[in-house]
């Protein structure tokens, strides 16, 4: 399974001290870029099960920012990306 994340999920899991949850449940999780340095700048590091993709489509990426922000933006597009590099239709999901 291929889990994706944005910015809210895990900063309110670090916040209450139980960002462990995502691993137990689900393993890796992956964020996109634009998550990860929203990430940073309110938490030092992230954990080493929590790791960063680039989006495979910018134009997709731009056309959602016309009512999303950036990092919501590229969490959505971001799973088209893994799974054409994997070369399997991932089960996803946003937490």
Do not use: N, W
């Amino acid at each position: 399974m291929i889990v994706v994340s944005d910015t809210t999920a895990i900063t309110s899991l670090i916040q209450v001290g139980r960002i462990e949850v995502l691993a137990q449940l689900y393993g890796d999780i992956y964020i996109p870029q634009a998550v990860r340095t929203e990430l940073l700048r309110t938490h030092p590091s992230l954990p080493a099960f929590i790791h960063t993709r680039g989006t495979a489509s910018e134009s997709d990426v731009r056309r959602l920012c016309a009512e999303l922000d950036l990092g919501e933006a590229e969490a959505i597009i971001l799973p088209k990306g893994i799974s054409a590099a994997s070369k399997r239709v991932p089960i996803t999901a946003c937490v």
